[in-house]
T-cell receptor, first 112, second 114 residues
C-alpha cells in the first residue's frame, strides 16, 4: 500500500529564514500532491496543489517542488513569520477523483 | 460563502452508547468526505460521497459506523455502539465537482469515548 512520510520532528526556525518541509512517498507517483496548513483546534486549510508533470509551483512566499525520481515533495516558506507557525500536511491523490491520503504532518515553529 | 460546519464540536459518551455527528458542506459541493484523526496518528480517510451516493467507503473501520447523506446535502456519521478506540477528531470536508479540487474542511468533532 502507499505510504507517505513527513518529518515527525518539529521544525524550529528563526523569523526571516526559509522553512523547508519534506514529504516522501513510496511506490508509484501520485497524480496530484497537495499541501495543507492546520492550526490547533481547526481543520486543515488548502495551500497549494502540484501535478505529477509539474516541477514547481509558487504562491506568494510559498513554493512547492515535486520530484518523481526521488519520490519527494519539498514545501518552502520564505521570509518566515511567527504567524506561519502551524502543522503542515502533505496529501496525495493517486487517481483522478480518488481519495486524498494525508501524511502525519510536520509542526513548524517560527521564533521572533 | 459559509464554510463547512460540523456539529457538535465536542462529544463525550460512554462505551456502548450511540453518537451521531453531522456535517453541512459548502453549498454546491457535490463531494463530501469524512476523515478521522486518532491521537498521534495521521488524518485517515473514512469515506467519500458524491451527492447522495457512496463513492468510496474503503476507510470505514467496521460496521459500527454508518454514514448517510440525505438528498445529497448534509451528512451524518453514526457510531453505534461506540468503543474506546473510536475516540479522536472526526473531520468532514467538501469539494466542488472536479477530479483534483482541493478539500474544504470543517473544524472537526472531537469525540471522547470513556
Amino acid at each position: 500500500s502507499q505510504k507517505i512520510e513527513q518529518n515527525s520532528e518539529a521544525l524550529n526556525i528563526q523569523e526571516g529564514k526559509t522553512a523547508t518541509l519534506t514529504c516522501n512517498y513510496t511506490n508509484y507517483s501520485p497524480a496530484y500532491l497537495q499541501w495543507y496548513r492546520q492550526d490547533p483546534g481547526r481543520g486543515p486549510v488548502f495551500l497549494l496543489l502540484i501535478r505529477e508533470n509539474e516541477k514547481e509551483k509558487r504562491k506568494e512566499r510559498l513554493k512547492v517542488t515535486f520530484d518523481t525520481t526521488l519520490k519527494q515533495s519539498l514545501f518552502h516558506i520564505t521570509a518566515s513569520q511567527p504567524a506561519d507557525s502551524a502543522t503542515y500536511l502533505c496529501a496525495l491523490r493517486w487517481n483522478q477523483g480518488g481519495k486524498l491520503i494525508f501524511g502525519q504532518g510536520t509542526e513548524l515553529s517560527v521564533k521572533p | 460563502e459559509a464554510g463547512v460546519t460540523q456539529f457538535p464540536s465536542h462529544s463525550v459518551i460512554e462505551k456502548g452508547q450511540t453518537v451521531t455527528l453531522r456535517c453541512d458542506p459548502i453549498s454546491g459541493h457535490d463531494n463530501l468526505y469524512w476523515y478521522r484523526r486518532v491521537m498521534g496518528k495521521e488524518i485517515k480517510f473514512l469515506l467519500h460521497f458524491v451527492k447522495e451516493s457512496k463513492q468510496d467507503e474503503s476507510g470505514m473501520p467496521n460496521n459500527r459506523f454508518l454514514a448517510e447523506r440525505t438528498g445529497g446535502t448534509y451528512s451524518t456519521l453514526k457510531v453505534q455502539p461506540a468503543e474506546l478506540e473510536d475516540s479522536g477528531v472526526y473531520f468532514c470536508a467538501s469539494s466542488p465537482p472536479g477530479p483534483n479540487s482541493p478539500l474544504h474542511f470543517g473544524n472537526g468533532t472531537r469525540l471522547t469515548v470513556t
